[in-house]
């Protein structure tokens, strides 16, 4: 059944997290000064050390609509794997938007309709969170706009098109709507646009509109918690404690969201559980950034966050993975990955877009860029449990559908999709930019 609380793991670890610092002062934030830009609520949840956090009833009415989510066992997948590996996946493609996004948007619209907000701004990639954020506004009646990563904006016409059959209004970003995405056009006509200059651009509107704020679909705290129903529901479906938990990381609230109440579970010692993040080869940043201070959008607007980043002017390459094209990860995550709770690796994209298939073609649903991440560490994962003769239990999110990214398969069927190799001298000039 769907859980009544949040879980916060923050109270659970060993050492506390670096906080947010103002980059004038350099000083940790507080709440005066994210209240231009989140109501006191979220800003609470932000820094809440209560280990539970209740869910209000309005917000369980309309998870109602989808959750409990399904907990499904790949049977037809390890039979074409001939593994004697054991995979469960948690589905979250059946929420209104089609992914795990609505968990926390729906949240976030409600605290902010609470305190009287007229308008929620944000940023999106592939277009899950905006789709649910967009779906979340409609139940509180809060206008909506929204800065679509313009690669993906071009990519994905149908995700655009079911925000504004929800009633948002939707940007390509870079966008001259903004003094931030103005810039960036007068320097890059052509700018693909990034997650970072999304979010720019839906900070600064934020900030300058009357009765307006700004919504994140990932990265901060009270997000990865929103999530969390993800694994309190797959706590009490599995018949049996995972060996393996796997998640796709971009900000990281999908991994976060399963991963937490196992993680929980296992810093009590109750399992012994082994945990793997995987993220894109073209924007690896827990593989390939530092861990620093930096700002979460590209033009600076944001406070410091103490994350592994790969530079906040870094610009990925155009991938259909959307939702995974940001700079940063979760400062949270970030730091558990410094204390060593779990591991992270990469995957190419024609290797995701493969085991997508491959999933499809076995399993029936066919999976978003963005889990075929996890999708395809978890073939990795079974293939070696075949040549060991290992009986590993392994378990992973299947964040959300592919319907509209068929044009991605597509390609990828036609043999024209690319593999981007991302040069270390790139992420080294990004990196001279962080601030000193």
């Known amino acids: 059944m769907t859980p009544s609380n949040w879980y916060n793991i923050v109270p659970d670890l060993p050492a506390a997290p670096p906080p947010p610092l103002h980059p004038g002062t350099r000083r940790p934030v507080g709440p005066g000064d994210l209240a231009p830009l989140f109501p006191m609520e979220l800003i609470g949840q932000e820094v809440s050390g209560e280990r539970y956090v209740p869910i209000p009833q309005e917000v369980l009415d309309v998870y109602r609509l989808w959750r409990p989510t399904p907990l499904i066992r790949a049977r037809r997948l390890e039979k074409a794997l001939g593994t004697p590996a ?11 938007a089609g992914s ?45 706009q929204i800065w679509m990563v313009r690669a993906s904006y071009d990519q994905k016409p149908y ?58 679909g990932s990265v901060l705290n009270h997000v990865l918690m929103h999530q969390t129903v993800i694994g309190e529901e797959a706590l009490g479906q599995l018949p049996e404690m995972p060996d393996l938990v796997i998640g796709c990381t971009g900000g990281g609230s999908n991994f976060a969201g399963l ?27 827990f593989t390939r950034g530092v861990y620093a201070y930096d700002f979460g959008d590209t033009a600076g607007l944001t406070p410091l966050l103490k994350m592994h980043t790969l530079g906040h002017t870094f610009v990925p390459d155009p991938i259909h993975a959307g939702g995974l094209r940001y700079h940063g ?22 290797e995701c877009f493969e085991a997508g298939v491959r ?14 991440h996890a999708l395809a560490e978890t073939i990795a994962e079974a293939t070696r449990c075949k040549e ?9 999110a299947l964040c959300g559908h592919g319907h509209f990214d068929l044009g991605a398969y597509d390609r990828y069927l036609a043999g024209r999709l690319e593999d981007r190799t991302l040069p270390q001298d790139r992420i080294q000039q990004a990196l001279t930019e962080l601030p000193g």
């Not at 605290?111 to 509180?140: H, I």
């Not at 991963?259 to 690896?284: D, M, N, Q, S, Y």
């Not at 999933?359 to 075929?372: L, M, Q, Y």
Request: charged fraction near 20%.
């Open 86 to 96: 054991r995979i469960y996946y948690k589905y979250e493609g059946v929420s209104p």
């Open 100 to 144: 795990h996004k609505a968990n926390t948007a729906v949240p976030q619209a409600y605290y902010n309709a609470r305190e009287g907000v007229r308008l929620l701004t944000t940023e999106t990639g592939a277009g899950q969170w905006g789709s649910a954020l967009a779906f979340a506004c409609t139940q509180f009646d809060v206008e909506c």
């Open 159 to 216: 995700r655009r098109s079911l925000m504004q059959v929800y009633g948002a209004t939707v940007h390509a970003s870079p966008s001259s709507a903004t003094s931030s995405g103005s810039k960036v056009l007068a320097d890059a006509p052509d700018s693909p646009g990034s997650l970072g200059i999304a979010i720019s651009e839906a900070v600064e509107v934020a900030a300058a509109t009357p009765d307006a704020r700004y919504a994140l």
């Open 259 to 285: 991963a937490f109440p196992f993680l929980r579970e296992k810093l009590a010692g109750r399992i012994g559980t082994v945990f793997r993040a995987v993220e894109p080869a073209a924007c690896p940043s």
């Open 329 to 350: 990860m979760s400062p949270l995550l970030s730091h558990m990955y410094e204390l060593g709770l779990f591991e992270a690796v990469t995957r190419s994209q024609n």
């Open 359 to 372: 999933f499809a073609r076995t399993e029936g649903i066919v999976p978003a860029p963005e889990p075929t």
């Open 388 to 396: 060991s003769g290992e009986e590993k239990v392994i378990l992973t």
